[in-house]
C-alpha cells in the first residue's frame, strides 16, 4: 500500500554531482525519519545520511562535507544531494521512511535502490 520510488542515479566522474530523490506514495498518514542507505559490491550495507522531522540530519564519516540530505515532508519525498564525488561512492543507493499509514501502522519502508557509478 506504500511505494517509495527513486530517481536520479547514473554515471558520474570523479568531482561530480548528483541528486537522488525519493517519493513515497499510497496510504500514508505521516512520515517520520527518512535516511538514505548504499551497498557496494561484496560490502555491507551502510547508512549514509539521516534526517529526522525536525530536520536533524546525520551523515556516516566518509560523505561529511559533500553529501546534504533534505526532505520535502509535504510531498513525502527526500533527496540526497551528492557533491564531489569519488570512486568509492559507487554503490546501489536505497531510500527508507518510517511511515505511519492510514490504518496507523508504522513500518520501515524501502526503495529498489538506484545504482550511482563514479567512475572516469
Known amino acids: 500500500q506504500v511505494q517509495l520510488v527513486e530517481s536520479g542515479g547514473g554515471l558520474v566522474q570523479p568531482g561530480g554531482s548528483l541528486r537522488l530523490s525519493c517519493a513515497a506514495s499510497?496510504?500514508?498518514?505521516?512520515?517520520?525519519?527518512m535516511a538514505w542507505y548504499r551497498q557496494a559490491p561484496g560490502k555491507q550495507r551502510e547508512l549514509v545520511a539521516r534526517i529526522t522531522t525536525a530536520g536533524s540530519t546525520n551523515y556516516v564519516g566518509s560523505v561529511k562535507g559533500r553529501f546534504t540530505i533534505s526532505r520535502d515532508s509535504a510531498r513525502n519525498t527526500v533527496y540526497l544531494q551528492m557533491n564531489s564525488l569519488k570512486p568509492e561512492d559507487t554503490a546501489v543507493y536505497y531510500c527508507q521512511m518510517t511511515i505511519r499509514t492510514m490504518n496507523l501502522v508504522t513500518l520501515d519502508y524501502r526503495g529498489q535502490g538506484t545504482q550511482v557509478t563514479v567512475s572516469s
Open positions: 499510497g496510504s500514508i498518514f505521516r512520515t517520520d525519519d
